[in-house]
């Protein structure tokens, strides 16, 4: 957060960020006494834009602040089940490389790494060899740093280690994962799994790129696009279908049918406005119900980004009905209405 914010809205910045790690880090059990899971994931809490003109310094140096370490206090005892949050506040001035609380911020990460390294599973003697590889495989794929699970297992044993088990290389994937050398996908509808060898291209050159502001100015209304769509986009991939693939996988877009064509609807690109009769309330003999989700508080923007992903969802449960003609689907940007028989849901 910024120190120099007012106290309610450090909070609520601190409160947002904690709820959006909370979201994504997945309890491990055994639970313990009072909710505490058994591995919890470690936080610090860092204030920028520090300087002497607004906080006092201790003896160590470091700036000091009462409020801040009040709000501290507050969010440690609402999230000590879930999360290891470092007992002090640190403030600093990012624009000083060298000021106390950097130094502070540093010894505190590689305190926590010693801690976290300590509990992880013993590394491979394969893997250092697997490292170097990489290189070389990500030179031979450089336009698609994409290979399935069966042909990474392949390449380990006849590049690296002819002796290397089915075990071996689920342990070395994880290890690899772990480092951030590879990204492994599990893909459940078709139970293949791909590896992704380059994290940074998968990151950057492919999300990071079709949800940028300057992609997302110029998309498709429709949020549908076909696989000759998107051979424009990335013309150095020779199978621009195994992309999309990908993107399926992560489940930014599913596979939709458009007159006897297939084509990938990405809900995150639909921009298209509900018609203003999407909704007929005038029907007296109709029952209408409803289920209002209502996110935590701190996290009121989260639906943003979660509903492309419900969207998605109710695409590929489209294809759970016996009969596709038994019902229909139709999605706008931020709304869906599903029809089946007399039925209709928003």
């Not at 910045?13 to 470690?42: A, D």
């Not at 490389?97 to 790494?113: E, I, T």
């Not at 999407?278 to 996290?299: C, E, I, N, S, T």
Request: glycine share 6%; proline share 5%; with cysteine.
């Amino acid at each position: 957060f910024r120190a120099t914010d007012p106290t309610e809205v450090q909070y609520k910045q601190v409160l947002y960020w904690i709820n959006f790690l909370k979201g994504r880090v997945t309890p491990s059990e055994p639970i313990g006494h009072c909710g505490v899971i058994s591995r919890r994931s470690k936080v610090v809490v860092v204030g920028t834009h520090a300087t002497a003109s607004l906080f006092n310094k201790n003896a160590d140096g470091e700036y000091v602040c009462s409020d801040g370490e009040a709000m501290l206090n507050t969010v440690r005892l609402r999230f000590e089940t879930h999360f290891d949050i470092h007992d002090k506040l640190i403030l600093l001035d990012a624009s000083q490389a060298n000021c106390p609380g950097v130094k502070a911020l540093k010894n505190y990460l590689n305190r926590a790494r010693e801690s976290i390294v300590s509990r992880l599973q013993k590394p491979l003697g394969l893997l250092e060899t697997t490292i170097n590889y990489l290189m070389t495989l990500r030179k031979q794929h450089a336009n698609f740093p994409v290979i399935t699970w069966p042909h990474f297992t392949t390449i380990i044993r006849n590049d690296v280690n002819p002796l290397a088990g089915d075990t071996h290389c689920r342990q070395l994937i994880q290890q690899l994962q772990l480092i951030g050398e590879v990204v492994y996908l599990r893909d459940e509808t078709s139970e293949l799994d791909y590896v992704v060898l380059s994290p940074e291209w998968l990151g950057t050159h492919v999300l990071g790129y079709l949800l940028s502001a300057e992609y997302l100015s110029r998309c498709r209304i429709t949020g549908c696009y076909s696989v000759d769509d998107f051979v424009p986009l990335y013309p150095e991939i020779g199978e621009v279908g195994d992309l999309l693939q990908i993107l399926d996988t992560l489940q930014m877009c599913s596979q939709c049918d458009a007159h006897g064509d297939t084509e990938f609807e990405f809900p995150a690109f639909n921009l298209l406005e509900p018609p203003k009769d999407v909704w007929q309330k005038d029907r007296p003999a109709f029952v209408y119900g409803g289920l209002r989700v209502l996110p935590m508080r701190g996290m009121e923007r989260s639906l943003i980004s979660t509903f492309p992903r419900i969207q998605v969802a109710l695409r590929r449960s489209m294809q759970d009905f016996q009969d596709p003609m038994d019902a229909d689907l139709t999605q706008w940007h931020k709304c869906s209405k599903m029809c089946s028989g007399q039925m209709e849901a928003l």
